[in-house]
Nanobody, 117 residues
Framework: QVQLVESGGGLVQAGGTLTLACGAS????????MGWFRQAPGAGRDVVAR????????YYEDSVKGRFTISRDNAKNTVYLHMNSLRPEDTAVYYC??????????WGQGTQVTVSS
């Protein structure tokens, strides 16, 4: 059974920096493209960044391009999201999951990111 555990969220002032981590178990991690998703109160869960299994192909949603960096360490079964220049509108619960497949893994608990103005 695949388990995803997100960490690294917190409260930060606008312009600040956070790095999120997502540890995965129960899978051959390098076989899966992974993504970071976020869900603000009252909104849907949308992908903000994706990374291929090898880490060579990256995608960013327009609102985070140039500010967020996704990376992965396949030896540690971990995907990261480094977030710079944070804005109040980045406030959300952040989740990781596979992307590009027919189904998602069971969602983890997410990690709350709150950006104060």
């Amino acid at each position: 059974q695949v388990q995803l555990v997100e960490s690294g969220g917190g409260l930060v002032q606008a312009g600040g920096t956070l790095t999120l981590a997502c540890g995965a178990s129960g899978l051959t991690f390098a076989d899966y493209a992974m993504g970071w998703f976020r869900q603000a109160p009252g909104a849907g869960r949308d992908v903000v960044a994706r990374i291929s299994g090898s880490g060579s192909n990256l995608y960013y949603e327009d609102s985070v391009k140039g500010r967020f960096t996704i990376s992965r360490d396949n030896a540690k079964n971990t995907v990261y999201l480094h977030m710079n220049s944070l804005r109040p509108e980045d406030t959300a619960v952040y989740y990781c999951n596979r992307v590009g497949g027919a189904y998602f893994f069971k969602w983890g608990q997410g990690t709350q990111v709150t950006v104060s103005s």
